[in-house]
């Protein structure tokens, strides 16, 4: 089964390289909606972001090196552009109360951390190899809960949870997140 699966994302002798990639799309898009969906949490947007992710992937179809990981990389475009849009919304989104930055609110005022610890925080998370960074960015920055992440991420809650549990190790063991959050006595 995983053969054809497998074959069913290469291209096909009689196929041009537009058709082979609309095939892929048209057969995987219900994928790549719920990706951003998780993401976004509204039917519009999620359209729109995998509307642009694939116009994106099209684009530099170039630098694709295996025909055969098309879907991975698709997926990874919609999802980093529906993560775009969050953040491009999150100005908008945000009030006058200094407990809420962005649109993320925080428990109360005293736990929100300022835009120079949560530049630091996300740089931090990006840094992370991309399967932790996706889970803990959804899981801590978006509020999003584990089998959302893992649906949409397409893993089971399991891997999802081991995923977010190594990447919060590794930020917890960085050593600008420790002195930046006074975690260096712990």
Request: hydrophobic share 40%; aromatic share 6%; net charge negative.
């Amino acid at each position: 089964m995983a053969d054809e699966r497998i074959s069913d994302n290469t291209p096909r002798p009689h196929e041009n390289l537009r058709e082979w990639f609309e095939r892929v799309v048209g057969t995987h898009y219900n994928l790549f909606f719920a990706t951003a969906y998780t993401i976004l949490g509204d039917k519009q947007e999620a359209e729109d972001a995998v509307q642009t992710g694939v116009l994106k992937a099209f684009q530099k179809l170039s630098t694709l090196d295996e025909a055969r990981a098309i879907v991975a990389w698709l997926k990874t475009i919609v999802q980093r552009t529906a993560l775009d849009l969050v953040r491009a919304r999150r100005p908008d989104q945000s009030t006058s109360d200094p407990a809420d930055f962005g649109g993320l609110a925080a428990p109360d005022a005293n736990n929100a951390i300022d835009d120079d610890l949560m530049q630091l925080l996300l740089q931090c998370i990006e840094e992370l190899p991309e399967s932790q960074s996706d889970v803990v960015k959804l899981r801590v920055v978006y509020e999003q809960d584990i089998a959302d992440i893992a649906e949409g991420l397409g893993v089971t809650a399991n891997a999802a949870r081991v995923r977010l549990f190594r990447g919060l190790e590794r930020l917890r063991a960085d050593p600008r997140l420790r002195k930046a959050f006074g975690w260096e006595d712990e």
